[in-house]
């Protein structure tokens, strides 16, 4: 009973010759490889689209689509196939454009079929020793991946660098991150990243989520290819176009925490369940990091409530400033929104208008109800609140950026400020936003050393003083939005 040969890898012959095409056939098939045929550039173009084959034996010369002008083609694509020529034209000219093309090496007709079969099994050695090497490389990149995206404890910033190894080392034309009961920064419902807006379009409309979710419960992952996805309408509510999908749930203390998906809209190219396994290995590593920086950010904010209340019990502790936290916020987020200023700033102001006086809180109670005027030795004493602030704050990496801007909330225009005498555009523009705000709550509130004013007269010595104490700009927009600051008449 003849033994049977194990598949040695999948080899697609391409000849115009019919004959050729079946006696290389019956050789390699009788060396225990795969064959398939195509009689020329334009066939083997498909079938390699459709299911890449491990090697590509094809002749030169053949109508419609010769082998120098498929293997231009085939070099185009992102899967990469080994290549050897079969010429019966062979000049040093040939040979050098063959080999400049990508072939892996030629062989002239009419040859010896040992002589192929040598060529063949040196280039199957030569692409298994690639392939090791690339698994090697894929696996030290995936590990400095993970150690970098570990390092950092701004959980927005981990997921974007997650999603941005993963796009590019899973050669994917969109991918989305799903993560269970966290909002993401920008998510609709997911982070997607797509090469563009088109398939990211799709995909943030025809993707559920939590159906993909539920699947993934307790699974170690999944790869659907073209025809396997239209078996799954609860997860794709159109799948035209998409090549295949490969699913990698993250999983923390064995519960499905949340999961990426990579998407192929590329004819031809797939995942695989190698590298499944290979992405998988970098997403259960950052995995441990999310949760980490998901606990971090918890306590973070725990900390930003609990400096807050710290801010409104300091209002409290000087009779004459209660709610003037909140309200130089109000203001400044008044002029902020008018300004158009970005999200993000629209953020820290809120938060840096709560906090702007928590330097106080290194400020004698004596000197903050004081009646009447504060002399030297007291005022150069109020003056180090800034820098109390920012001391208070600085050692906390999420609280960086605030802290500059308590820091230099009472810098002045024309330089003239403190704590540092910083000018103009140098200091920083919620810092000059803050510093008219406050201005305009002390103002129109009572003080131990003055009566408050109306909202008008306030409004008119700021303009004065725009281009010296106030940056003009930002006074000009303050006075714009003046009908809208609503003061306490009670202050």
């Excluded at 050789?27 to 083997?44: F, N, S």
């Excluded at 280039?123 to 590990?143: G, I, S, T």
């Excluded at 609709?188 to 993707?207: C, H, Q």
């Excluded at 499944?276 to 409530?305: C, G, H, P, W």
């Amino acid at each position: 009973m003849k033994q049977e040969r194990t598949k040695k890898g999948v080899i697609l012959v391409v000849d115009d010759e019919v004959t050729v095409r079946e006696i290389l056939s019956d050789v390699l098939m009788g060396e225990g490889y795969e064959v398939k045929t195509a009689e020329d550039g334009i066939e083997a173009l498909h079938i390699i689209r459709r299911d890449p084959p491990d090697l590509l034996i094809t002749d030169q010369k053949m109508p419609r689509m010769d082998g120098i002008e498929l293997l231009a083609q085939v070099n185009r694509l992102r899967t990469k196939v080994t290549t050897i020529m079969m010429t019966g034209f062979a000049t040093v000219e040939t040979a050098v454009e063959t080999i400049k093309q990508g072939a892996y090496d030629y062989i002239m007709k009419p040859f010896q079929y040992a002589d192929l079969l040598r060529v063949v099994e040196h280039a199957f050695e030569k692409q298994h020793l690639m392939r090791e090497n690339l698994e090697l490389k894929e696996a030290m990149v995936l590990y400095e991946i993970s150690k970098a995206i570990s390092s950092h404890l701004n959980l927005d910033k981990v997921l974007t660098m997650l999603v941005d190894a993963l796009f590019k080392e899973g050669d994917a034309d969109a991918i989305g991150l799903f993560l269970k009961e966290k909002t993401i920064e920008n998510r609709s419902p997911a982070l997607i990243k797509a090469k563009d807006m088109g398939l990211k379009e799709r995909v943030e409309k025809f993707v559920d989520w939590d159906e993909i979710l539920a699947y993934l419960d307790g699974k170690e992952g999944a790869v659907f290819q073209k025809e396997d996805i239209q078996h799954v309408p609860e997860f794709i509510k159109d799948p035209t176009g998409i090549e295949s999908l490969l699913l990698l749930p993250m999983i923390v203390k064995d519960k499905t925490r949340g999961f990426v998906a990579l998407f192929s809209f590329t004819r031809g190219y797939t995942f695989s369940e190698g590298l499944r396994k290979t992405l998988s290995i970098l997403v259960n590593n950052v995995s441990v990091a999310v949760e980490n920086a998901k606990l971090y950010e918890d306590i973070i904010e725990i900390l930003e409530d609990t400096v807050s209340s710290f801010a409104r019990t300091l209002d409290a502790k000087d009779k004459y400033a209660s709610g003037h936290s909140e309200r130089v916020t109000k203001y400044s987020l008044v002029i902020a929104r008018k300004m158009e200023l970005p999200a993000r700033e629209i953020d820290l102001l809120s938060r840096a208008g709560i906090l702007h006086d928590i330097g106080k809180i290194g400020v004698s109670e004596m000197l903050l109800n004081k009646s009447g005027k504060l002399n030297k030795v007291e005022y150069e004493e109020t003056k180090l609140h800034p820098v109390i602030g920012r001391d208070i704050l600085a050692p906390i990496e999420e609280f960086n950026e605030i802290s500059l801007i308590i820091y230099h909330h009472h810098e002045r225009y024309d330089g003239k400020g403190y704590p540092d005498g910083l000018e103009k555009e140098k200091i920083p523009l919620l810092s000059r936003i803050i510093a008219v705000a406050d201005t305009f709550d002390a103002m129109t509130s009572t003080r131990s050393y003055r009566t408050r004013v109306d909202k008008f007269h306030a409004a008119t010595e700021i303009q004065k003083n725009a281009g010296t104490q106030f940056d003009p700009n930002v006074v000009e927009v303050f006075l714009t939005v003046l009908g809208q600051l609503d003061i306490d008449e009670s202050c």
